[in-house]
Every structure is written in C-alpha cells, then in structure tokens.
C-alpha cells in the first residue's frame, strides 16, 4: 500500500519535471 501512493508521488512529480524541461 505504501509503495503505491509513493508511486503515484514519483509518477506526477516525474510528468511536471519532465513537462518543465520540455518547456525549456
């Protein structure tokens, strides 16, 4: 249980990292 909401942590802060390097 721990791990997936840790996973879903990781996954949306991965999208908004690489969306904000895109932007660049």
Excluded: F, N
């Excluded at 249980?1 to 660049?24: A, E, M, N, P």
Aim: no cysteine; glycine share 12%; aromatic share 4%.
């Amino acid at each position: 249980r721990k791990k997936l909401g840790s996973d879903s942590i990781v996954t949306v802060r991965g999208l908004g990292y690489r969306l904000k390097h895109d932007d660049s």
